[in-house]
């Protein structure tokens, strides 16, 4: 069985990121093996398998936390296409990525620069507001740190926006992790993204994320919430078409800093959000 390798997907500094474990060539793996990966290593993990349909995908990638699998993970899939890049095996242009949640474009330009992944076009619900205040108690918040509605958000999962006053109040937050599974089912959400905006730069945001049941209580770095999020945005006119672009600070209060771009795209057609972009770079630890 081929040895995992650890890739640090969206590092601001040199020790930050979200690591995660990809195993290259992960065919003739069972289920079984892929969650020992997972569990073993402590982290989310990807696999890279052949194709369903080689017409319609370059590669397969499989997605493993140490609960349970996943059916997309942004970071473990730019993590897989750095070492692909790496490593030489990439087709030139556009690579294309099955995963359980759909179809997945990458882009890997040559060298050692971002990486982007694509993402459906988001889709936002108001939380129940009778749901709101267990939000609130499980977070450890005073609910005027809230500054607006509680969001659910999804690209490929489902994540809880929680708008709070600021950074300070953000990386303050001091979550009750025991009830944390039981407030995001009765919400139908993957993990709660409370996220603040900094006061000097108006792309850049910060952001915490604490998965309902995945193993750990914290992610440092996680694409996907950071997708959900630029939507969440648009819709509290945070950004707009015409300012696009953001940045996402996650991982500062576990002392993992890291950096996601996210790039909302519109149609031409009908100016109506379409989809976004999700990047970064990587680096490859040595163990």
Known sequence: MASPQIVR???LTRSGGNPAAIVLDADGMSDADMQDVARSYG????FLLPPTDRRRADFRLRFFVPRHEMEMCGHATIG????LRDAGRLPKGEVRIETQSGLVRGFA?????PIRITQPEGRIEI????ETQGIIDVLG????????PILNAKTSRVKTLVPLTSRDVLNGLTPDFGRMEAVCTAIASTGLYP???DPREPDLFHARQFPKAVGYPEDAATGIAASALAFGLLRYGMVTPTRPDIRVHQGEAMGQPSEISVQLTFSEGTGEPSGCFVG???HVDDR
């Open 80 to 83: 897989a296409l750095w070492l």
């Open 127 to 130: 939380v129940d507001p009778r």
């Open 141 to 148: 918040l005073r609910r005027d740190a809230v500054t607006g």
């Open 43 to 46: 982290l989310e993990s990807g």
């Open 280 to 282: 970064g770079i990587c």
């Open 9 to 11: 997907v969206f590092p």
């Open 195 to 197: 996220f603040a905006p």
């Open 109 to 113: 330009p040559p060298g050692d620069r």
